[in-house]
């Protein structure tokens, strides 16, 4: 079984920076690739980032593109997304998902490509 567990999330004003950090643990030898998805409220979860868990290459939402990285050590088991010049439209639960489908020759940029997911972690950011 696989468990994936968020932190780093919290309150912050419109420029300022968070960095949260995802830990997984059980089957993660299975791996794919890993993601992060953002869920505000009345809205579909929508996608943020993902990196490939072999090359740890990565793709972004153009939403965030320049302002948020991914990063990935797959010898620790944990992802983290850095994430500078926060806008209050980032504001929005922050949820960590995990593959074990297919191969790492293509980015999964939408929900239904994940196989397991964190509890998630709010980020609020004030204007």
């Known amino acids: 079984q696989v468990q994936l567990v968020e932190s780093g999330g919290g309150s912050v004003q419109a420029g300022g920076s968070l960095r949260l950090s995802c830990t997984a643990s059980g089957s993660t030898f299975t791996f794919i690739a890993m993601g992060w998805f953002r869920q505000a409220p009345g809205k579909e979860r929508e996608f943020v980032a993902t990196?490939?868990?072999?090359?740890?290459?990565?793709y972004y939402a153009d939403s965030v593109k320049g302002r948020f990285t991914i990063s990935g050590d797959n010898a620790k088991n944990t992802v983290s997304l850095q994430m500078n010049s926060l806008k209050p439209e980032d504001t929005a639960v922050y949820y960590c998902a995990a593959t074990t489908r297919g191969s790492s020759s293509y980015f999964r940029t939408t929900p239904q490509r994940y196989d397991y997911w964190g509890q998630g972690t709010q980020v609020t950011v004030s204007s």
């Open positions: 990196i490939t868990w072999s090359g740890l290459n990565t």
